[in-house]
């Protein structure tokens, strides 16, 4: 049978984790069909009929979808699910809220937040902030499976041309009311998505010192993390945490600054590309992990590796 | 109003995992146990509630072995009135919790569920939403934000793209995140307290449920190790292997 995608958009564009799930939704079945469910949302509809690996678009479209309520677009994704083997999302805010709803009313045992696709039952998952890799068997008849994106290529956007279809309308949940969504305004990019990570530990001292790891973010366009030490600390607010119990990232380039590297926090980025640690004792453990460590007081590091920055005639955004 | 707050037994999070060598699961003899983080969150929550005047009673429940009321007990020691423990295997999947929580609900009638929005061991982030879906309630997942008001809750939500602010209706569902407050620590006396407050125990098997797994552990491995990495003299030198070597500047 086919696989059913849930798209994650903003009633005018796909967002781009959708794209990763693709990838890895067309790796289970290459009968890859895309639900999106949302308010004057064509132009979604559209661009994903273009994309090579999306066999069909069904789209439903009312203005109780305008947003994200697991309690509204839950009923739509059950009167499709009797069609398909798997129904799968992305496994960020978005499918995590989601698709165990769906999944426990399908009597389902989810399989959360997969990094590779061995069979059309058998994943791959990160278990314990990814210190493990637990390989797992579907045994339900049908599969709820969430994707984690950044371990998956994005799926190419053009050169498709699927059938978009109307999908049936259901009754909005009179129990869950959407209020607001404050996006936050940053030049920085997010956290969870930024190429270069640039974070800062218990050896900042203080959330003043925080300003040497700004400029060099602000240089590379980076965005700016910190160890749960530094948060405990109050130097800087926990949204910035990086670690088991904060953020997981996965960045082209992760610089750990004043970071001893407490197993909490390796968890939360050693899957990263290139780490490098910038540390004033040689022996802490986050040279272990680090491609390219400094041993080094980082008070006097951060500003040459600025001057450093500055001296260079490009740098990739 | 009543609360129902869930909690899990895990390893701590301060502790290096081992992976079996038989490739059977992670090495848990003799390793620290504690709540799961998010779970504190939940039950700080509650017990804030509770302080306002806006709660009258707190249950925490937890699902697991024998020693799992620990952390039953740790939660009655910061403010929980009364606790929980069903019992059952260790490998318990989250639908299953879920059914298991649903008779408790139907069971104690409480107004709100908390607990925290993933467990750190198996990662799964799916309980809280199971529930509420078997309920028929409604969720507010990754609490940053609990305002309680007259029959509703408004919660503010941590997503990918900032903060949501959503109102749903009681009886429902919060998932904590660590956001959400600061957990406090037990203070000696609220220790010794809590050893007196009822603890009731279930047997997962007594309330007709299939709670067999539905997902087979093939093996659990380490994960790829990374190749060692070389100490840098300057920051000249680490800048020019990050341009010229990494390319990732």
Redesign the interface.
Same mark, same amino acid.
């Given at each position: 049978m086919s696989v059913l995608l849930i798209a994650e958009h903003n009633n005018k564009e796909v967002k781009p984790f959708t794209l990763n799930a693709i990838t890895a939704a067309s790796q289970i079945n290459d009968d890859l069909h895309v639900l999106v469910i949302g308010k004057n949302a064509d132009p979604v509809a559209k661009s994903l009929s273009e994309v090579p690996n999306v066999k069909k678009v069904i789209h439903v479209d009312n203005d109780i979808y305008e947003?994200y309520?697991?309690?509204n677009y839950?009923p739509v994704i059950l009167k499709q699910a009797e069609n398909y083997s798997h129904i799968v999302c992305s496994a960020?805010?978005?499918g995590?809220?989601?698709?165990?709803?769906?999944?426990?009313?399908l009597?389902?045992?989810?399989?959360?937040?997969i990094i590779k696709v061995i069979s059309e039952d058998?994943f791959l998952?990160?278990?314990?902030?990814?210190?493990?890799?637990?390989?797992?068997?579907?045994?339900?008849k049908k599969k709820c499976v969430t994707i984690r994106p950044t371990s998956f290529d994005p799926a190419p956007t053009s050169g498709g041309s699927a059938e978009i279809v109307k999908g049936e309308n259901t009754n909005p949940?009179?129990?869950?009311?959407?209020?607001?969504?404050?996006?936050?305004k940053s030049d920085r990019p997010?956290l969870?998505t930024a190429r270069?990570v640039i974070s800062g530990g218990r050896g900042m001292q203080s959330g003043e010192n925080f300003k040497l790891i700004t400029a060099i973010a602000d240089k590379?366009n980076a965005a700016i993390g910190a160890s749960r030490a530094a948060v405990d600390a109050g130097y800087i607010t926990?949204?910035h945490?990086v670690g088991?119990?904060?953020k997981v990232v996965v960045p082209?380039?992760y610089i750990a600054v004043g970071i001893s590297g407490?197993?909490?926090h390796l968890a939360g980025m050693?899957?990263s590309?290139?780490?490098?640690a910038i540390n004033k004792d040689?022996e802490a453990p986050i040279?272990s992990?680090?491609?390219?460590?400094?041993?080094?007081d980082l008070f006097d590091?951060l500003p040459?590796?600025l001057?450093?920055?500055n001296k260079?005639n490009t740098?990739?955004k | 109003m009543k609360i129902l707050v869930a909690v899990k037994r895990v390893?701590d999070?301060?502790?290096?995992?081992r992976?079996k060598e038989d490739g059977s699961g992670?090495v848990t003899d003799n390793v620290k146990m504690s709540t799961n983080?998010?779970d504190d969150n939940a039950v700080e929550e509650a017990v804030k509630i509770k302080e306002s005047g806006k709660a009258k009673e707190i249950i925490a429940v937890t699902v697991g072995e024998e020693k799992a009321q620990e952390t039953v007990r740790k939660a009655l020691a910061v403010g929980a009135d009364r606790g929980i423990l069903v019992k059952a295997p260790c490998t318990i999947?989250?639908?299953?919790v879920?059914k298991i929580l649903q008779k408790i609900v139907e069971k104690e009638k409480p107004d709100l569920v908390f607990m925290g929005k993933q467990a750190?061991?198996?990662?799964?982030?799916?309980?809280?939403?199971?529930?509420?879906?078997?309920l028929n309630?409604?969720?507010a997942?990754?609490a940053s934000k609990i305002d309680v008001k007259e029959n509703v809750l408004?919660v503010t939500? &941590?997503?990918?793209?900032?903060?949501?602010? *959503?109102? #749903?209706?009681i009886p429902?569902i919060v998932t904590c995140d !660590?956001?959400l407050n600061e957990p406090r620590y037990a203070s000696l006396p609220n220790i010794m307290k809590a050893k007196k407050k009822p603890l009731e125990q279930i047997d997962a098997s007594e309330l007709g449920i299939d709670i067999k797994?539905?997902?087979?552990?093939?093996?659990?491995? &380490?994960?790829p190790k990374?190749k060692a990495? *070389?100490? #840098?003299s300057?920051?000249?030198e680490?800048?020019q292997? !990050?341009?010229n070597e990494?390319k990732?500047?």
């Open positions: 947003n309520i697991a309690e839950t960020n805010t978005f995590k809220n989601l698709m165990p709803r769906i999944a426990a009313l009597d389902t045992s989810q399989v959360s937040d058998t998952r990160p278990i314990y902030a990814g210190n493990a890799f637990a390989t797992v068997k579907s045994t339900d949940s009179q129990n869950t009311k959407f209020i607001k969504k404050e996006e936050i997010e969870g270069i590379l926990n949204d945490q088991q119990t904060g082209d380039l407490a197993i909490q050693k899957e590309k290139v780490i490098v040689g040279f992990v680090a491609d390219y460590g400094l041993e080094a590091a040459k590796f001057e450093e920055l260079l740098i990739q | 390893i999070y301060n502790v290096q995992i992976v992670v983080p998010p999947e989250p639908l299953a879920a750190i061991d198996d990662d799964c982030n799916q309980t809280g939403q199971m529930l509420a879906a078997i309630w409604p969720q997942t990754f408004e939500r &941590e997503v990918d793209e900032g903060l949501e602010t *959503i109102e #749903v209706k429902s !660590l956001r797994p539905r997902i087979e552990q093939i093996k659990v491995e &380490e994960p990374r990495g *070389i100490k #840098v300057s920051v000249e680490l800048v292997k !990050l341009k990494a990732v500047i």
